[in-house]
């Protein structure tokens, strides 16, 4: 078996940590009873490229107890843990492709290789390895049944394929289902953005002045985060609707440039790029922490700053860098502008994650079932399907609900009925 890991003596502590993971994930270990069983998945190939994290662990647990042979390679150059890719090779037979830290090369060179697999499937978190595949392995496409992709900025990158008529295989947006973006990216972005930002640089934030730029699912997660720690929060955003929400969420709304100079924290959680530019760099206050959350790098423009910076940033702790600007002033980057969740943290809890790849392994499921009829499109996860996790996760969170009346159900379906 091909792999590529740091290091595979550190397999023992990865299996501690997935099966610490797998305590929090009650609705996809009972989705994988009843794989083990049913094997839907018996024979198919699939390539999956997502954040090598304990919780991604249990969904390659999952997918090869329902009879799928696969191959894992990261989705992002700085979220594995190493630990969890040796733990996977070594106790799980998987073949991981994936080591923290590497460079651009090797991260492309792990997506190929990942390729080499002859996948029928795709597991796609981000789309780089849909990208690569459509751009420079059209050979294999014909061979693709079905794919899936995890997150925002990939499905808004599969939906713009769509659109130019490049995409050539029906893919899942697991990111549309409810039980996936109102939870995993609110509640999940929000406490693991902070508790990277935290774990990198110790700070307070009660006092701080915490700018927040992006008020999408992931941006009000981390704003209401940084509000319950005593941040006074600052949104920065350009969708008018997103904005006045914020603003009746009770944030201070303001324009990048303006925010540039009060901001003693900077969080980008917005999928765009040049974020926090050049101009903005020149009017921050010495000492503010810049720190991403959107899925790629380019939010900060780290060229930019590069190019008003006295000599090279110096490390000054474990994921944060230090850049001396030409007048003296200081600005600290978490993570080297990477998902700073994943680079300084665990990345999000297990139990929402538990959520999102229960979405992973049902929308396998449901993909594989239809791929005749599907037409070549970017898909979302049937209703029933998203209510029945929710419902289990309620089941397993020892939550009860109401169940409508005859007659309310009858009054609901009803429209004579008035004042
Ligand atoms: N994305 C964000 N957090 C994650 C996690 N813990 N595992 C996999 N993907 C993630």
Known sequence: MKYDVKDLNLAELGKNKIEWAENDMPVLLRIRERFAKEKPFKGVKVAACLHVTSETGALMRTLKAGGADIVLCASNPLSTQDEVAASLVKNDEIPVFAIKGEDNQTYYSHLNSALDHKPQVTMD???????????ERENQVPDIKVGTEETTTGVIRLRAMKEHGALKFPVLAVNDSKTKHYFDNRYGTGQSTIDGIIRATNVLMAGKNVVVSGYGWCGRGVANRAKGLGANVIVTEVDPLAALEALMDGFQIMPISDAAKVGDVFITVTGNKSVLDTTHFQVMRNGALLANSGHFDAEIN???LKSITEGQPKQVRPFVEQYSLKDGRKLNVLGGGRLINLAAGDGHPASVMDMSFANQALG?????????????????IPEEIDREIARLKLLSMHVAIDILTDEQERYLASWEEGT
């Open 125 to 135: 978190d981000g789309c780089d390895l849909v990208s690569v595949l459509h751009k």
């Open 302 to 304: 780290l060229k930019g």
């Open 364 to 380: 396998l499921e449901y993909m594989l079932k239809n791929a005749g009829k599907m037409p070549v499109d970017v898909h979302t």
